[in-house]
């Protein structure tokens, strides 16, 4: 099992930057995929950006490429999300998210992950 603690978000203006944190902690070293996923209100969650672990592969969401960087610190056991030109479509309540599962990477968050509270970003026009 593992917990998470995301931090970070806040509200800017269209255009501006955020960056997301999170603190994994527990038994962490069998984790598969770590990473973010999204959920406006009245949407269907959002896989954003993953990390896979066996080699570092990193994952977008098209709609975030070239805006967004995932990365990880592995001596601190933190996960980041660098948030660039946002745009009010961004809005959402965003979630760490670790899993011990294999396959596709927004499944294994969304689906079989285990996730943080969550962190608002709201970004306005």
């Not at 598969?32 to 990193?58: H, L, N, S």
């Not at 056991?77 to 760490?96: F, H, I, R």
Request: charged share 20%.
């Amino acid at each position: 099992q593992v917990h998470l603690v995301e931090s970070g978000g806040g509200s800017v203006q269209a255009g501006g930057s955020l960056r997301l944190s999170c603190a994994l902690y527990g038994y962490i070293d069998n984790i598969v995929y770590m990473g973010w996923f999204r959920q406006a209100p009245e949407k269907e969650r959002e896989g954003v950006a993953a990390i896979y672990t066996g080699d570092g592969t990193t994952y977008y969401a098209d709609s975030v490429k070239g805006r967004f960087t995932i990365s990880r610190d592995n001596a601190n056991n933190a996960l980041y999300l660098q948030m660039n030109s946002l745009k009010p479509e961004d809005t959402a309540m965003y979630y760490c998210a670790a899993s011990f599962r294999v396959g596709t990477w927004v499944r294994a968050l969304i689906e079989y992950g285990n996730r943080g509270q969550g962190t608002q970003v709201t970004v306005s026009s």
